[in-house]
T-cell receptor, first 115, second 111 residues
Framework: GAGVSQTPSNKVTEKGKYVELRCDPI?????LYWYRQSLGQGPEFLIY????????DSGLPNDRFFAVRPEGSVSTLKIQRTERGDSAVYLC?????????????FGQGTRLTVV | KQEVTQIPAALSVPEGENLVLNCSFT??????LQWFRQDPGKGLTSLLL???SQREQTSGRLNASLDKSSGRSTLYIAASQPGDSATYLC??????????WGAGTKLIIKP
């Protein structure tokens, strides 16, 4: 596609439920990042992938969060037993190669609200 | 630990004025610095990327400078327009490839 696509754009879920957030990166981009942005703050790093593998997952807040990228393209961020504190905008970005100093392109984000 | 600070947090100026947004970072060992624009309810749009070896980048009415040694970057916007109203974020990329972000400057251009 022309840009990074994230679905859904909005998600409202009840506390304790499981959610999946999807990211379609720019075609051919090997690096993919997930960030989380709370209201009034800058994004915070969660995880990045180089190809299919998670090169750095140090930003995942706890073991309720997990992300996959099985074929090196689409990625899914999975959150188990959601809590109200998980409410935020989840942003996905891709770049051509994280080992090269290239810019990252962001999707429009998924706004997650846990009620 | 890298920390990025943006000042001011909010800025309101009349249309047509030139303005400067500031970004500072604590660790000068960066690969690059990016300025982004974020509109309400929308994603992030990359405006300018400055590599660590560069001093500035220009795109249209925007000019971004980088002084690695002092840990500072500025985004200069010339002849501001109401359409420039948005939140502007800067982010630095270090050796672990993560982007570390400031909290942003919310800019309002008054017609």
């Amino acid at each position: 596609g022309a840009g990074v696509s994230q679905t859904p754009s909005n998600k409202v879920t009840e506390k304790g439920k499981y959610v999946e957030l999807r990211c379609d990166p720019i075609s051919g981009h090997t690096a993919l990042y997930w960030y989380r942005q709370s209201l009034g703050q800058g994004p915070e790093f969660l995880i990045y992938f180089q190809g299919t593998g998670a090169a750095d997952d140090s930003g995942l807040p706890n073991d309720r969060f997990f992300a996959v990228r099985p074929e090196g393209s689409v990625s899914t961020l999975k959150i188990q037993r959601t809590e109200r504190g998980d409410s935020a905008v989840y942003l996905c970005a891709s770049s051509s190669d994280i080992r090269v100093k290239t810019e990252a392109f962001f999707g429009q984000g998924t706004r997650l609200t846990v009620v | 630990k890298q920390e990025v600070t943006q000042i001011p947090a909010a800025l309101s100026v009349p249309e047509g004025e030139n303005l400067v947004l500031n970004c500072s970072f604590t660790d000068s060992a960066i690969y690059n610095l990016q300025w982004f624009r974020q509109d309400p309810g929308k994603g992030l749009t990359s405006l300018l990327l400055i590599q660590s070896s560069q001093r500035e980048q220009t795109s249209g009415r925007l000019n971004a400078s980088l002084d690695k040694s002092s840990g500072r970057s500025t985004l200069y916007i010339a002849a501001s327009q109401p359409g420039d109203s948005a939140t502007y974020l800067c982010a630095v990329q270090g050796g672990n490839y993560q982007l570390i972000w400031g909290a942003g400057t919310k800019l309002i251009i008054k017609p």
